[in-house]
């Protein structure tokens, strides 16, 4: 008899994500055990409870998924998941990371962009950048071939995360641009084709003024759905949607297709026992 899908959610927020747990339950997942304020010290025992409970051959059914809302403390989490997990003796399950549905988020609108442009060819900045669906996004498109300018008002945050991408992505073209006022803005954006908006919810980052003078912008991609929203003149619901001869995908336009890899994310980890998924593996989810 087929074992139950058993999901086990470690979410380093002290509250385990509500969207988190409805999204994996309506992904067809029949047993959801959700922890929150899981620290890297108390891995090994939930590592230890999923892959000594099941004989190798049943624990493709179970599986655990890293959430909350720091990315960097959700990849020491997934870090430690690893480490303890004894693949020479099939004893492993699979790992999903989506930390603030970063990884789900940037591969959609990864998608998205690729669905209209020929990636390699293009240039590309994402204000916001920094920030942890920012940096997935600036990831996917530079390891698409895109020349990306990583965008964040302050140039040094912006160049930690260029070379953090860097020691992921060999021979990425990246650059450091700093977005802290109008001057700065206006030169960062020049000469880009494609720009995404990845920014805290509710601030304006690309203001009409600053992106007036672009004859070769051919799309806007805002992943805020929080007004004011960070691309101004892009609505939140636009999904490939033309607006003065550039392509416009808002957060909800872009949050269909969140949802579907998502969901997809989550089918896959049942599938076998030995898969970790990051945002690369989900971006490839959506070809």
């Not at 385990?16 to 010290?41: C, K, M, N, Q, W």
């Not at 001057?183 to 720009?195: M, P, R």
């Not at 392509?247 to 076998?272: D, P």
């Amino acid at each position: 008899m087929d074992k139950r899908k058993i999901l086990i959610q470690l979410d380093t927020d002290a509250q385990p994500s509500v969207f988190d747990r409805v999204v994996a339950i309506d992904a067809g997942v029949e047993e959801l055990f959700s922890y929150g304020g899981v620290t890297p010290e108390q891995v090994r025992d939930f590592v230890y409870g999923a892959i000594f409970t099941r004989g190798p051959k049943s624990l493709k059914y179970t599986a655990l998924f890293i959430g909350g809302s720091d990315v960097a403390a959700a990849e020491k989490i997934q870090a430690e998941v690893l480490r303890h997990m004894i693949p020479p003796f099939g004893l492993r399950v699979s790992v999903w990371l989506d930390p603030h549905g970063s990884n789900s988020t940037a591969a959609a609108a990864g998608r998205a962009a690729a669905e209209h442009l020929d990636l390699p060819s293009e240039k590309a900045i994402v204000l916001g950048g920094t920030g942890p669906v920012g940096q997935r996004v600036a990831r996917l498109l530079a390891g698409a071939g895109t020349e990306v300018r990583v965008g964040s008002r302050q140039l040094s945050r912006s160049a930690a995360v260029c070379d953090a991408i860097c020691a992921k992505v060999p021979n990425s073209h990246l650059q450091a641009v700093a977005t802290s006022n109008a001057q700065e803005l206006t030169a960062a954006v020049q000469g880009c084709s494609l720009i995404i908006a990845a920014g805290a919810a509710g601030v304006v980052l690309l203001p009409n003024a600053a992106r007036a003078a672009l004859p070769g912008l051919k799309m806007l991609i805002d992943l805020n759905a929080v007004p004011p929203l960070g691309i101004e003149g892009v609505e939140v619901m636009d999904k490939g949607t033309e607006r003065d001869g550039v392509l416009c995908y808002g957060a909800i336009g872009v949050g269909e297709t969140k949802m579907k890899l998502h969901k997809a994310a989550i089918a896959r980890l049942f599938e076998s026992n030995d898969q970790v998924l990051d945002a690369e593996e989900v971006y490839r989810l959506a070809v």
